[in-house]
């Protein structure tokens, strides 16, 4: 196993030949694949693997400067196919890894034969003529709270992101993954995160993108969605699915993983 697949804790499986790769947001790690991964494995060729910084990634291959900006996890990615010899993919990116995969798919649209996005938003605080949900004034309360209490932070915000029923297990299993993180990395990915405006690369985007969501996200409003649509320089298509909250496919997986399969198995029709 080459230094980058180790660090990012790379797991490859299915016998398929086309390949899928399946990239995690913020506060999870691959794990909140577990529903969709067995529907997969008889066709494709899966790769998983963790963003740096997730809990389960070495806190001490964290650079805070390189990570600081978007580039740094597509950078990452890049890094990964190139080791494990990508040719082409279909690369499945939820929340801040659908950003990721776009701009890695702007230097390299070789490697992707489309995105399918999940909970993605190009940018979440609002501008003039651009909601995306957030004022600075909310953020920076946000901030404030991971600082102040990390964990007491963690047990508020993951019911309000999974949403639903907060004692459920999507509930538990993202309170985990969450407090996984070290508090000072988790500060810094959710800045650089809320923080990023990626409008002006979506028109550099030619790969053909699947834009999926739920009805009701905490962190995601339907408009965030149509904007990808009318603003990516390729073919796209948006889904609004029934299901609540920013981890659809953990929480809601009867409802979601039958969307992402057909997303993942049938193309955009022109």
């Not at 086309?18 to 909140?32: E, K, N, R, Y």
């Not at 190009?122 to 964990?151: H, T």
């Not at 999926?212 to 390729?234: C, F, R, T």
């Amino acid at each position: 196993m080459g230094v980058v697949e180790e660090a990012h804790n790379v797991k490859i499986l299915g016998a398929g030949r086309q390949v899928i790769v399946l990239a995690h947001g913020f506060g999870t790690d691959q794990s909140v694949w577990k529903h969709l991964v067995p529907h997969l494995l008889g066709d494709y060729k899966v790769i998983l693997y963790d963003n740096m910084g997730a809990g389960t990634t070495n806190p001490d291959y964290f650079d805070f400067n390189r990570y600081s900006t978007i580039e740094g996890y597509s950078y990452d990615l890049l890094a990964i196919l190139e080791e494990l010899q990508v040719e082409s993919c279909i690369y499945v990116g939820h929340s801040v890894s659908a950003m990721i995969g776009a701009l890695a798919s702007i230097s390299r649209p070789d490697l992707f034969s489309k995105l399918v996005m999940i909970s993605a938003s190009p940018r979440y605080l609002n501008d003039v003529d651009y909601y995306g949900g957030f004022e600075q004034e909310d953020l920076d309360q946000l901030f404030e709270a991971m600082q102040s209490n990390y964990k007491a932070w963690c047990a508020g915000f993951a019911p309000l992101a999974v949403g639903g029923d907060m004692d459920s297990v999507a509930v538990q299993e993202f309170s985990r993954t969450l407090f996984n993180m070290r508090p000072d990395i988790a500060l810094s990915v959710a800045q650089t995160i809320f923080q990023s405006d990626m409008r002006q690369i979506l028109q550099l985007v030619s790969v053909p993108c699947h834009i999926i969501q739920s009805m009701k996200d905490l962190a995601v409003p339907v408009v965030a969605s149509e904007y990808l649509h009318e603003n990516l320089g390729g073919e796209s298509i948006v889904e609004v699915m029934s299901s609540d909250g920013h981890l659809p496919q953990l929480s809601s997986p009867g409802i979601v993983i039958p969307v992402l399969l057909r997303h993942i198995r049938q193309d955009i029709a022109v």
